[in-house]
């Protein structure tokens, strides 16, 4: 079979760039990338913002432990370690950043992060006195930060939690969250430098440093509430799966991973490896995979 040719580049690629693809990014081909560390860097923004959570940070190294499934860039305010998702890796980073108590980010997906994390308090593991999880690739359930809270506040002095949200067309980050409206959406709010418009309830977003490119349409749709914005998108979250994760409390997601799918008998719910079946619809860690596929690396299937 002889291979397709493929296009030249559209991208002027030179020694020293760092590019990264989109961890949900579905096409196939070599584009879809952007190159890292010409951007802003959405942490700072939010600790100019949060002047409650740049105190924790002004003193001492700060240790970023990253457990996203794609590149983030560089981090010249602290030590980064890379656990390349890696649950053990993972806990090793934590004691050792706890070992000196810097202030520690975790950075990567709401659903491994909090399967990490669970192991890792299992396992009986120090963690640092502050500790700020920083999530992206779609938002967290409220029941899950819920329980994570609950489990965390206990062992950790002093805990932040936020949320992401970007487009590879256009960077990382362009939206954080700390808040949520009473019904449990997470309220964005768009970093300094990006631009913002609503069609209806369209969204679209660009970077100021481009002015006079277009805004590029996420798929999403939003509406604003206060200073921020509520974001979502049926075709990736089904208000049916949402209405469950809703359902779910501290127990429920503590047996559960949270990856779900809908089959014509209802959703097929993954329980966390080692946890017994105990209610329709769940599965064993390893069933699931075996009927329905998983992975870690791959976003929750929620449509």
């Given at each position: 079979?002889?291979?397709?040719?493929?296009?030249?580049?559209?991208?002027?690629?030179?020694?020293?760039?760092?590019?990264?693809?989109?961890?949900?990014?579905?096409?196939?081909?070599?584009?879809?990338?952007?190159?890292?560390?010409?951007?802003?860097?959405?942490?700072a923004e939010v600790l100019q913002r949060r002047p409650d959570i740049?105190?924790?940070?002004?003193?001492?190294?700060?240790?970023?432990?990253?457990?996203?499934?794609?590149?983030?860039?560089?981090?010249?305010f602290g030590v980064t370690i890379d656990t390349y998702l890696s649950p053990r890796v993972l806990t090793r980073a934590l004691q050792l950043a706890a070992a000196d108590q810097h202030p520690t980010v975790l950075t990567g997906q709401p659903l491994f992060l909090a399967d990490a994390l669970l192991k890792h308090l299992d396992g009986g593991f120090a963690l640092p006195s502050t500790l700020l999880l920083s999530l992206g690739g779609y938002a967290m359930p409220a029941g899950l930060e819920q329980l994570?809270?609950?489990?965390?506040?206990?062992?950790?002095?002093?805990l932040f939690i936020l949320q992401f949200f970007g487009a590879a067309e256009v960077?990382?980050?362009?939206?954080?969250?700390?808040?949520?409206?009473?019904?449990?959406?997470?309220?964005y709010l768009p970093r300094s430098?990006?631009?913002?418009?609503?069609?209806?309830?369209?969204?679209?977003?660009?970077?100021?440093a481009a002015p006079d490119e277009p805004l590029f349409a996420t798929g999403d749709q939003a509406r604003q509430e206060g200073e921020g914005y509520v974001i979502w998108n049926d075709r990736r979250l089904h208000p049916e799966v949402g209405a469950a994760l809703a359902g779910w409390d501290d127990t429920a997601w503590r047996r559960r991973t949270g990856y779900v799918v809908r089959t014509s008998d209802?959703?097929?719910?993954?329980?966390?490896?080692?946890?017994?079946?105990?209610?329709?619809g769940e599965l064993d860690f390893y069933d699931f995979g075996k009927h329905h596929g998983f992975s870690w690396l791959n976003k929750p299937y929620w449509r």
């Open positions: 079979m002889t291979a397709k040719p493929t296009p030249a580049s559209r991208f002027n690629l030179q020694p020293g760039d760092v590019i990264s693809y989109s961890a949900g990014s579905t096409q196939t081909g070599p584009e879809g990338f952007r190159k890292l560390g010409g951007g802003a860097n959405p942490l740049a105190v924790h940070f002004v003193n001492g190294t700060v240790v970023v432990v990253n457990a996203y499934p794609a590149a983030l860039g560089t981090f010249s994570l809270r609950d489990l965390l506040a206990p062992v950790v002095e002093h960077d990382a980050g362009c939206f954080m969250g700390w808040s949520r409206t009473a019904a449990g959406e997470v309220i430098d990006v631009r913002v418009a609503l069609e209806g309830d369209r969204l679209a977003i660009g970077l100021s209802g959703l097929a719910i993954q329980l966390r490896e080692g946890v017994t079946v105990a209610e329709a």
